[in-house]
């Protein structure tokens, strides 16, 4: 039996699974999930050099987002665990469904269509080869 305080054993349990990779997340981006895994997919296991620059040059909204995130996974792997910028990759890369705003748009003869605004929660995490 553990001895302390219940909180305490968990912070003790919950220390040595940690995740230490460098990563960024957006929460509420104004992209569904579908448009934002069109340039997920083209930047997932690629370096982060050519990964800037296939999100600088992608006509797509979905990836001014991403390259903006992008930047921000790189400055925490330099700032917060000392990674040499040159040898990180995108290791892990994706989107997953956030809330749905709901709208109604006026058609013909009085009815109404629901028309749904969908948000996604993007996450990017970096590693170094």
């Known amino acids: 039996m553990a001895t302390g305080h219940r909180s305490q054993i968990k912070r003790e349990r919950n220390e040595n ?5 460098p990563s960024a997340k957006l929460s509420y981006a104004r992209v569904s999930v579908q448009k934002a895994c069109f340039v997920l997919d083209a930047i997932r296991g690629k370096d ?16 001014s987002l991403i390259e903006k995130l992008l930047k921000s996974a790189i400055a925490n792997a330099e700032n917060n665990n000392g990674m040499n910028v040159d040898n990180l990759y995108v290791e892990e890369c994706y989107a997953n469904k956030g809330p749905t705003m709901k709208r109604v748009k006026p058609r013909a003869q009085g009815r109404a269509y629901r028309i749904e605004k969908r948000m996604s929660h993007i996450t990017i995490v970096l590693n170094e080869r």
Do not use: G
């Open 17 to 21: 699974k940690r995740d230490t990779r």
């Open 48 to 63: 982060v050099q050519t990964a800037l620059a296939i999100v600088t040059y992608n006509p797509r909204y979905a990836s």
